[in-house]
């Protein structure tokens, strides 16, 4: 079992950053990956970005080039620095981890951004 707690979620201006942290805890090792998503109101979740254990990257168009993911294996976290933020990019941010490569299959309870104009 893996336990995901987000924090750093916040109230920002545009063009504004927050950093996202997502706390791993119990059967962490060798997580093939964990990632971040977003759900907005009245809008389906949808994917912002991942690491792998290697440190492979990836990144929804919308956020490339303004987020930047990273991962510290061994404090079992992983952060989401988001920089020149737009009021678009107000959602509930989650924190995802994939297992064995398989599935998005544990999630932590979401953390609220919200990006003033």
């Known amino acids: 079992q893996v336990q995901l707690v987000e924090s750093g979620g916040g109230l920002v201006r545009a063009g504004g950053s927050l950093r996202l942290s997502c706390a791993a805890s119990?059967?962490?090792?060798?997580?093939?990956?964990m990632g971040w998503f977003r759900q907005a109101p009245g809008k389906e979740r949808e994917f912002v970005s991942s690491?792998?254990?290697?440190?492979?990257?990836y990144y929804a168009d919308s956020v490339k080039g303004r987020f930047t993911i990273s991962r510290d294996n061994a404090k079992n976290m992983v952060l989401l620095q988001m920089n020149s933020l737009k009021p678009e990019d107000t959602a509930v941010y989650y924190c995802?981890?994939?297992?064995?490569?398989?599935?998005?299959?544990?999630w932590g309870q979401g953390t609220q951004v919200t990006v003033s104009s």
């Open positions: 119990g059967r962490t090792a060798n997580t093939y990956r």
């Open positions: 995802a981890a994939d297992l064995r490569g398989t599935t998005w299959g544990t």
């Open positions: 690491i792998t254990w290697t440190g492979n990257t």
